[in-house]
Structure formats: C-alpha cells, structure tokens
C-alpha cells in the first residue's frame, strides 16, 4: 500500500508547519494526551521548530507512568512466590516500587517475563499447570481489549491457573481532571488515535463543548502530528470548538464494534488511582464479578488501597503539564533511564525518558 | 508498549471451528501472529494496525489518499498571498 512511509516525508512536514507559521497569531498550549505522540514530537523534533507561540503540554497518557505505586509492589510481591510466572510488558519491569522493581525481583530468581501480547500468558499458563500465570495487565483503552480477550481465551479453554493484575486507565477523564485542574491553562488537546480507534469519537464531543476546547483525534507519525497540531491551531484561531478526526485512514467515528463488547463482557469502569495525580473518578477499569476467578487482586487477595507514595519525582507537575522534564532537579542526574527515579523516565511514552534520549534531536533536511 | 503497528495479512488460519481466527501479518518482511477477533471482515491483502497480538482497525487507503491530497495543496494559494510576511521567518 502507499501511504506508510509518507507520513515521515520531511519536506511535506515542513509544508504543514509553514502553514502552522502563517495561521497562528497568539500564543497557545496544546496538550498532546497521549505518551507515544510525545515519544513521536520528541523524537522526530518537531517541537524545536514549532513556532514560539506554541507550547506543546505533554499529558499523562502513559498507562507505564501512571500504574499506582501499590500495584508494582503487588506485582512483585506475587512474583517472588515460588508458583507464580508473572508476566508483563517489557516497559513495566524498571518501574520504581517501593523499594525495588520488578527486574530486581527477576535477578533475585523471581520468574517474571516480557511478552508481547497478553494472548502469550494464556498460552504459557497451558504449558504450566502446575503454575499460577499472572500477566500484569496495564493500559489505555487500546490495550483493553487485547486483556479482555486473554480472560475469555482462558476460561473458553477451562483454564485455570491464569489470572491478570489489571491497571487501566481511561482518556476522557483524565482530559477533565486536567482541564478541571485550576492551574492548568490548556487551550486545545490532541487525543490519542489509538484508544479513538476501538472507542470512537463520541466521548469527545461533551467535552468539546462544555468546555469549549477544540479536540483533534490525531495519529502518532511526524506527519499525523504536525497536521494535528495545524487543526487544533486553526479551531483557536477561528474561535472554533469541535471534535476533528486527523487520523481517519485508522479511526472510525464509532470505534471498533468487537473491541468494545468485548470490553464490556469482561470489564466495568471504577475509579482509578493514577500515579503521581491521584484517585480520578470513573478513570478506570475493573474486572467484572463473572470473571473474579481471573482477577489477581481477588484470587491473591491483594490490598487494593493505595498508600500516600513518598518520593522526590515530580512526575505529577510533569503530566499535568506544570513542569517540563528538564525543570526536574533529578532530571539526567539522580535520574535517568538506567536509574530511573520515577515511571515517565522509564517507558518509552514518558515524556522524562524522551527528553533524555532525543532532546537536541531535529526534522532531518 | 502502546504502539500499534500497520502490516499486511499474508495469511489467516481458523481455529477452534472458526471461532476464532489468527493471521500471520508482515511488518515490512518481519512476520508475527496477531488475532483477528476485533476484526471479522478483515482478510489476507488487507493492511491492518496491530497492537499487542490483536488487529484493531483497517488501514483505510482511500482515506490516507484524500489526507495526502489535502496536505499538498497546502500553503500552495498562501504562499502566493503572503509570501513577502512568511519568508523572512523561515530559516
Ligand atoms: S526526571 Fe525522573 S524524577 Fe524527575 S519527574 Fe522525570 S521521572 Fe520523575
């Protein structure tokens, strides 16, 4: 197919940043919610060449950053209980706990491994009967479906020893516990195209209107990016408040069908913690009743209350979009990627571990 | 962990009677499984975005196209109205 590559076409990109140039007037923050559009304006440089007048915000929308402290522990806890293979991304591993991380735990001869799906722990919990297979299972909207899936694999199959540790996270809320924030001052948001692709654009336009901000659905190439920003710039500019789709070749308006019934047989929203912010409302998904024997907090009997969390990362001011990265005292020094303080400087969508690997970084000519 | 990938369907197995169904898809050569049960319709040939072991969504090329188009005609009339005011600001 055409179409992949274009969309890190450099001369197009600076096509659409001209235009960004000749369109904007005044000054505007912009959050982009979504972790791996930071990793993308990071990384490719675009937000050097952004003209001045516009401040990108990078919000919390990294499920790694956010994974309330108490879950790590939790996770790493059953990981060092002799029948359990606990199981995960590979990006939730250096996420600080308490007092170590789950790579630690590893090394200490904790069986903890990296899978690339969800689908991959149903599977080695088959292969390990005599095992307790738990996949930590974390993740925006877009990668609940793939852990509702797991569930319905394993009890189809009559399998018993898998069970997850579920930490999700929901866009919408998040977007009006920032815009609620007193001292936030955003004026217009990127969503993320990927959770749009399975729930659609319906839970965009309440919040477009109510509190008048001009939100775009926005994919994650150079391109998708700079575009976005371009159609958010020229809703301000007009006055304009309305939900747009830049990433129309993957997103339709209602989402993907399957993905969320799939959702709804397995999970329900519930309040979630969110790390360095705190309890958001309806910010969450729980395991349904009907699945409880997959449910890890129930079959582990885990404490689900999230103690008061003591440390010097900043990552709360971070995804708010009060501080940049490098206005963290601990940034590049006391923390970094190899000893990471806190999440954002671990996972690949944190806006910390951006800054530390491609700070500096430009559109190539 | 959030990426989600756009590759081909090269090939589609059914199991379990067809309950569910398992593609091989090619990510510019490099071939992983990813479970097709969020996307019925979607067949070998179709590009389709994958996100941990599960396609999502199918690339809609005709969509990509207008995108495209639109972008190139950007600045094209601008250009030509304000080029004195946009030149001087671009390095
Ligand atoms: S630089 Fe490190 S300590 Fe500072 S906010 Fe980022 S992750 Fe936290």
């Not at chain 1, 029948?83 to 007092?99: A, E, T, Y």
């Not at chain 1, 009559?158 to 609620?180: C, D, F």
């Not at chain 1, 901000?213 to 020229?234: S, Y």
């Not at chain 2, 898809?25 to 179709?46: Q, Y």
Request: net charge negative.
């Amino acid at each position: 197919m055409k179409y992949l590559k274009e969309y890190r076409d450099p001369v197009l990109a600076r096509k659409i940043l001209d235009e960004i140039r000749r369109t904007v007037t005044r000054p505007w923050s912009i959050m982009e919610v979504c972790g791996g559009q930071t990793h993308s304006l990071v990384k490719n440089g675009i937000i050097d060449v952004l003209p001045s007048e516009i401040t990108m915000i990078h919000g919390p929308g990294c499920p790694v950053c956010v994974t309330p402290i108490h879950l790590i522990d939790a996770a790493i806890d059953l990981a060092m209980r002799p029948n359990v293979i606990l199981c995960s991304f590979g990006d939730m591993l250096r996420v600080p706990g308490s007092n170590q991380n789950l790579l630690e735990a590893k090394a200490q001869g904790a069986d903890v491994r990296i899978l690339y799906s969800p689908l991959e722990a149903v599977a080695i919990a088959k292969d390990n009967p005599t095992k307790e297979v738990v996949f930590f299972a974390v993740g925006f909207e877009t990668t609940a479906p793939a852990n509702a899936l797991s569930l319905v694999h394993a009890k189809r199959e009559g399998i018993t020893n898998y069970s997850i540790l579920a930490s999700h996270v929901l866009v919408p809320p998040a977007i009006k516990a920032v815009i609620n924030d007193p001292l936030s001052k955003i004026d217009g948001f990127l969503a993320a195209g990927h959770v749009c692709t399975i729930m659609g654009n319906g839970q965009y336009y309440p919040l477009a209107s109510e509190y008048k901000v001009p939100i775009v659905v926005t994919g994650f190439e150079p391109i998708d990016v700079i575009q976005g920003i371009l159609m958010v710039v020229k809703q301000l500019e007009l006055g304009t408040h309305e939900v747009e789709n830049q990433y129309s070749r993957i997103v339709r308006e209602e989402g993907n069908k399957e993905a969320k019934a799939i959702i709804e047989q397995v999970f329900e929203v519930s309040d979630q913690v969110w790390r360095g912010i705190g309890e958001i409302p309806s910010s969450g998904y729980q395991i349904q009743d009907k699945f409880k024997a997959y449910d890890a907090v129930k079959k582990f009997g885990i404490s689900v209350d999230a103690p008061e969390e003591k440390t010097e990362c900043i990552s709360g001011e971070i995804m708010k979009g009060l501080k940049k990265p490098s206005q963290c005292p601990h940034f590049g020094k006391k923390c970094t990627p190899e000893n990471p303080l806190g999440a954002p400087m671990v996972s690949s969508e944190g806006a910390c571990a951006a800054y530390y690997h491609f700070s500096g970084t430009s559109i190539p000519n | 962990m959030c990426l989600a990938v756009p590759g081909q369907i090269k090939s589609i197995e059914e199991l379990h009677g067809g309950l569910l169904r398992k593609a091989q898809v090619s990510f510019g050569g490099i071939m992983k499984s990813a479970s097709l049960e969020m996307l019925p319709t979607a067949d070998i040939g179709d590009y389709v975005l994958v996100h941990v072991g599960v396609a999502i969504s199918k690339v809609d090329e005709e969509e990509a196209k207008k995108t495209f188009e639109y972008l190139r005609e950007i600045g094209e009339v601008g250009e030509l109205e304000d080029i004195d005011e946009y030149l001087p600001k671009t390095e």
